[in-house]
């Protein structure tokens, strides 16, 4: 089973509004990132959420979704990634996390990357884009307890970094792996850069 983990626990607080809840292919942009991993082969979502979580979950309510609280966000997300891997039962095989501001996630990516992970006989898959590493992450649950108890400090980075030969890099043409959202003006170079 393969699973999907969006942290979603944010505050926003450069973007100066709920980012999440932002519109974004006519849906929101949380809407549409959990449309794309439920469109995908991915077998089970679970959305991590904090403080602002009753508006995120109440856009999320008619999706095929599990929202988590996260009672620390202010740890970071690290402390989201664990809260969804703990949610997580003992036949998930693999983990996807899907970044809450990156809407440019596309289904075919996520297959892709679910393949990958099928042929290419590594635990962790990366998308690069022009040499550079992005977003989604795609690792093996054998990583789930080494996740849970290491890494407070570097984050996922951390995981990558201790287990360089275990990664098979999955090369895309879309600049969209390496965007996210922090501010007003990325919100609105991404609306733009994706309009069908």
């Not at 699973?3 to 549409?32: D, N, W, Y």
């Amino acid at each position: 089973m393969i699973c999907a983990i969006v942290p979603a626990a944010g505050r926003s607080s450069r973007m100066g509004a709920q980012k999440l809840l932002l519109e974004f292919a006519g849906t929101t942009v949380i809407g549409h990132i959990a449309d794309q991993l439920l469109n995908s082969t991915i077998d089970e979502i679970c959305v991590v959420v904090g403080d602002q979580g009753g508006r995120i979950a109440e856009e999320l309510t008619a999706r095929n979704v599990s929202i988590v609280a996260n009672p620390n966000p202010d740890e970071g997300m690290l402390s989201s990634v664990r809260c969804g891997l703990k949610a997580f039962g003992p036949d998930c095989s693999a983990v996807l996390i899907a970044l809450g501001d990156q809407p440019t996630i596309s289904t075919s990516l996520v297959d892709r990357m679910i393949h990958a992970f099928a042929d290419a006989k590594k635990g962790i898959i990366v998308p690069v884009h022009d040499s550079r590493r992005g977003h989604p992450l795609l690792f093996s649950a054998k990583y789930r307890d080494e996740i849970l108890t290491h890494y407070d400090d570097v984050g996922l980075r951390g995981l990558l970094r201790a287990h360089q030969d275990d990664i098979a890099e999955l090369p895309v043409d879309s600049d969209s792996v390496l965007l996210d959202m922090d501010y007003p003006e990325d919100y609105d170079r991404i609306v733009k850069k994706h309009k069908p």
